[in-house]
């Protein structure tokens, strides 16, 4: 009898519900090893056996792993969300598995280096420029290009994403994502990425959702949403996701080649896909790209 194939999956205790991966591996017949940021105190709280990591922890937390996979590896591990991307990959290329490398997902995770991996490829980009948080920005609100977008460099779902078409406004917005960066449990997670801001101008047009699976290389489209509300700022909260889109079809395969683009410049070749894109009369613009499954609550 084959013997069943067999899955790590990495997920944080607050982020996107793991039960449902868990469901469609067992439906697919798939075993799956299970490892979280839960406590390491508490004797297994959830039942279900999972592995603690300290994913703010990338290097230990993938030696922990790999100590704990090795008598019996797995054919991937997956990271949901965001926090466990960096131990995945590192597992991974510890473990001889085949997966995106380790230096393109530190790129994906980090939208100045986005930025940059981007333009060196040729790609569509706005101006932009990384600020240090230590920065007085009443000293460069005349550098900057209006109207501009004030970003963290790690955090997603819109969190911290301010407009400001003034300088007034821009000094205003750099101050308050300043007050968010400096929280202790906010540096706690990101490391280096809460030190630096990234402003860059703002890019107009209809927003998309694109989710999507890399396969060397080429990305196959699993799904476009479109975001029927206006996203002009100051802040960007995302309310409504409408699929299918109602694009052309042009447009909405002018999106896609954007995406693989952007993901073969970043480097990344395997694995689940979630692009955040603009279009307008210039065409496609990639927002921010992440090797990982949509998010969210």
Known sequence: MPERPRLALLFT???????EFVDAARRL????????????????????GALP?????????????VAHLRPHPPRAIVAIGDTPLLTAGLASAALG???????????????FLMRQCLQRAGLRVPPFLCLPLATDP???????????????LALSASQGVMRADTPAAFVAAFW???ALLQRSDLRQ????????????????????ALEGLLDAGRLHLLA?????????????????????SRLPAAVQEALRRCAEAAAQALGLVQGPVHAELRYNRDGPWLLELAPRAIGGL
């Open 13 to 19: 205790t607050t982020g996107y519900e793991a039960r």
């Open 176 to 178: 308050r994502l300043r």
């Open 224 to 244: 476009l949403f479109d975001k029927p509300d206006p996203l002009d700022g100051p802040f960007f909260a995302e309310t409504l996701y409408v699929t299918p």
């Open 189 to 208: 997670r990101q490391g280096e990425a809460a030190d630096a801001v990234l402003v860059e101008g703002f890019i107009p047009g209809v927003e998309v």
């Open 29 to 48: 017949g798939v075993e799956v090893v299970l490892g979280s940021d839960r406590c390491h105190v508490l004797a297994d709280p959830w039942q279900d």
């Open 138 to 152: 009443r000293t460069v609100q005349h550098r900057v290009p209006y109207p501009c977008v004030l970003k963290p």
């Open 97 to 111: 598995l085949r997966a995106n490398p380790v230096a393109a997902v530190a790129a994906s995770r980090n939208k």
């Open 53 to 65: 990591l300290r994913f703010e922890r990338p290097e230990e937390a993938a030696a922990r792993l």
